[in-house]
């Protein structure tokens, strides 16, 4: 079973933030903690910064950089652990990759978890010409993890990465199929004892243990802290209730919103429109080459100023694809002006609880690439989320907090911020005010910021730390399973010219269900079809929270289930001819790594057949 250690008992809990934008890993020493105190650390990470040049930093750009043959100088890919690479990972990856777009591996972690392309085949850069190499979004994450686990061997060579118990945090919106994904990515790169996290999970892990214990001071029975991710590539909320057991403070994850692909890829191509406007008026236009350029370049540029609330500007530099200007570039400068002005109006405006994201109209014909969110409002996603979970506390036991009888919303009482983009205190204000703003329309008193959070590194500290948690110290986020999981099962019926037969939804997995437990078989029998090619569709809800396990639903509304990616396999006849139909009643397991399993299991026989979530064409057991 996944997460159970069978070989040397782990010295270190690592926790991993595999992010879209920059990688981390920091550790807790497991033999020397004691309740919530507890000794931890993050790991300075060997990386390439210049050719032939490496130093460590906290953090690993999530870049990889495919150089041309002839462009490096032998030597120049070197690392402590290896003379061999062919390519460069981290802070030179970014840097090199702003100057040549077409040449850079990026925003990997996104494209994992697309189910509209082959998240095994070498599609990046998915721009890039022929002649250019590509990596597969699998392959790259692989690169990632891998790069960390040399990094730490080096550091800790009597303490082996492949014996430590190794926590990989993920979005909490991803579906079964990206987790499953990522999990096979951590093991193919030697995580071999391994657990998933929710990353806005990971944050408040990293709050409840920076305070030392204080938190129980700062929240109260009966509140709920809303966690507000933006990060890379997403934006991630969540929502946790304080509850009050026989005397002791427990925090329980009531909701998770929906996957969103939204967050600072956005804003740094927002803020190259914005500085090729700026050009354009001075008569300088941009090829799309260059934009790709700027794109990059501005990511950084938004970094500096973000990071340093003194500097009012950075110069942007821009490489001529022409040989009329002077140096062969183009200068421009993103100013903090613009900065603020392009993602507080774009990404977060003051909007009311009822403006929700808006679709717009859309081309028959679209380039592939990742599926972004239409509406860049993240506030408005922000207001949808807290609608849909109105009744997220309506059955939790042990919950003292009420919600007036005419709410239209889940009234935070509290709010924790993590990512990256949030290190800009004007955009964390205005999301406060923002969400202050809908709670006095509703009379309810404002929401509160819980302090001290560590942008950067809270994922990875907050994850090492969940897996000391794990083993019955300190104090663990209850929930289970964010969502409630259904298998679509088709209805018998005649044929009838251009009608499809109806499905139904059968529960497979309830909302809470806990990591390591599988739900009750299901009592009614159904029909599998063996030896051929056959298709499965699956759906998740974050808000029908009372089905149990066999509920068969006919009938929803569309905001309440959310099809998931569709499975097509050849499930092995065993014997059967093909196209037979067996009768098989159905079980599903929450693993404890925290991805999902479904079994098959005919009434007359030891076989099993398990439907894997991990997206490989014919995959089967």
């Known amino acids: 079973m996944i997460g159970i250690n069978h070989g040397p008992a ?9 992010g879209t934008t920059h990688c981390a890993l920091s550790y807790v020493d497991i033999s020397r903690c004691d309740g919530e105190q507890v000794t931890q650390s993050v790991l300075p990470i060997p990386q390439l910064t210049a050719p032939g040049t490496v130093e460590s930093l906290g953090l690993l750009p999530s870049f990889v950089y495919l150089p041309h043959a002839d462009e490096m100088a032998a030597g ?24 040549t777009p077409i040449r850079l591996v990026s925003s990997a972690k996104s494209w994992l978890c697309h189910a509209g392309v082959d998240r095994r085949a070498a599609i990046l850069p998915n721009d890039a010409p022929p002649e250019v190499p590509r990596l597969s979004p699998f392959e790259a994450s692989q690169r990632y993890l891998a790069h960390l686990r ?5 550091a800790q060579p009597d303490a082996p990465f492949v014996e430590q118990e190794i926590v990989v945090t993920i979005p909490a919106s991803f579906d079964p199929a990206a987790r499953e994904l990522t999990a096979e990515a951590a093991r193919a790169a030697g995580c071999a004892h ?8 990971a944050a408040l892990y990293s ?12 929240v109260r029975p009966g509140e709920i802290i809303l966690v507000v991710d933006v990060g890379g590539g997403t934006s991630d909320f969540s929502l946790i209730a304080v509850l009050e057991n026989d005397g002791i403070l427990e925090l329980h994850r009531v909701a998770v919103g929906e996957h969103i692909l939204l967050g600072g890829d956005n ?8 500085v090729a406007g700026k050009l354009s008026k001075q008569g300088t236009k941009l090829d799309a080459w260059q934009l790709r350029t700027l794109t990059h370049a501005c990511r950084s540029a938004k970094e500096a100023l973000l990071n340093d609330p003194q500097s009012q500007s950075v110069p942007l530099v821009i490489a001529s694809r022409g040989t009329k200007l002077i140096g062969g570039s183009i200068r421009s400068e993103l100013t903090r002006e613009e900065l603020s002005a392009a993602l507080l109006e774009g990404f977060f405006p003051a909007v009311s609880i009822a403006d929700h994201p808006q679709g717009r109209g859309r081309a028959g014909l679209t380039q592939l690439g990742l599926p972004y969110a239409q509406d860049a409002a993240i506030t408005r996603h922000l207001a949808a989320f807290l609608a849909r979970q ?9 919950f003292a907090g009420q919600l007036p009888a005419d709410a239209t919303f889940l009234h935070p009482t509290a709010v924790l911020f993590n990512g990256g983009v949030f290190k800009s205190d004007l955009l964390a204000q205005r999301t406060l005010s923002t969400i202050n703003a809908w709670l006095a329309s509703e009379n309810a008193p404002p929401a509160r910021p819980l302090e001290g959070a560590d942008l950067d590194l809270a994922v990875a500290r907050g994850a090492a730390y969940y897996g000391y948690v794990r083993r019955g110290q300190g104090v663990r986020i209850r929930g289970g399973s964010a969502r409630s999981y259904y298998v679509a099962v088709e209805s018998v019926m005649p044929a009838v010219p251009g009608i499809q037969p109806p499905i139904q939804a059968l529960c497979l997995a309830p909302f809470g269900m806990e990591e390591g437990s599988e739900a009750a078989l299901s009592a009614q029998e159904f029909g599998l079809v063996v030896g051929e ?21 006919d009938d929803w509304e569309p905001d309440e289930l959310q099809e998931l990616d569709e499975i097509q396999l050849t499930l092995p006849s065993e014997g059967r001819d093909a196209g037979e139909v067996v009768r098989v009643r159905l079980q599903a397991r929450l693993t404890e790594a925290g991805t999902l399993e479904l079994e098959a299991l005919p009434h007359n026989d030891s076989t099993r057949w398990k439907v894997e979530f991990d997206v490989r064409s014919g995959a089967t057991e």
Do not use: N
């Open 10 to 18: 782990p010295k270190y809990s690592l926790g991993i933030d595999l």
């Open 76 to 99: 120049a890919l070197t690392l402590p652990w290896t003379a061999d690479q062919d390519f460069a990972i981290g802070e030179m990856a970014r840097s090199r990759g702003a100057a």
């Open 150 to 154: 040399a990094a730490w061997d080096q």
């Open 194 to 201: 391994l657990i998933l996290l929710e990353e806005p999970q």
């Open 207 to 218: 709050w409840i243990q920076k305070s030392a214990g204080s938190w129980r001071k700062e």
């Open 267 to 274: 804003m740094d191509l927002a803020l190259a429109y914005t």
């Open 390 to 398: 109105v009744t997220a506390t309506d059955d939790l036991a042990g």
């Open 533 to 553: 090619q056959v298709r499965f569709r699956f759906f998740g809800s974050s808000v029908r929270r009372h089905d149990q396990v066999g509920a068969l639903l």
